[in-house]
């Protein structure tokens, strides 16, 4: 992944997703998909998503996600995939 993300940059992340997601009172809006992958692509989401998930508050019961990690890929690059 190169860059490591900070817990700021995490929560500024959600902040933005929220904002640019919002469906009105129900908050943003969201679906649940199933992405075909390579192996290791996956096994690399993964280890983002630990490391991400170590630096998360546990006490808070935050845990790894590749599904943050991917959201977070994608706010990065939005402005080369809107294009």
């Known amino acids: 992944m ?4 900070s817990k ?3 929560q500024a992340t959600a902040k933005r997703v929220e904002a640019a ?3 009105g009172e129900g908050g943003p809006e969201w679906t649940t ?3 075909h992958i390579r192996r290791e ?3 690399l989401l993964r280890r983002a998503a630990a490391v991400l998930g ?5 006490a808070k ?3 790894a996600s590749v599904s943050q990690v991917i ?3 994608i706010e990065r690059h939005r402005a080369e995939l809107e294009t």
Not at 2 to 5: A, Y
Not at 54 to 58: A, G, I, P, T, Y
């Open 2 to 5: 190169g860059k490591r993300v």
């Open 61 to 63: 019961g935050a845990r």
């Open 41 to 43: 692509h996956l096994t």
């Open 71 to 73: 959201a977070e890929l």
């Open 33 to 35: 998909t199933s992405l």
């Open 54 to 58: 170590d630096r998360v508050d546990r």
């Open 8 to 10: 700021g940059e995490t």
């Open 21 to 23: 997601g919002d469906a």
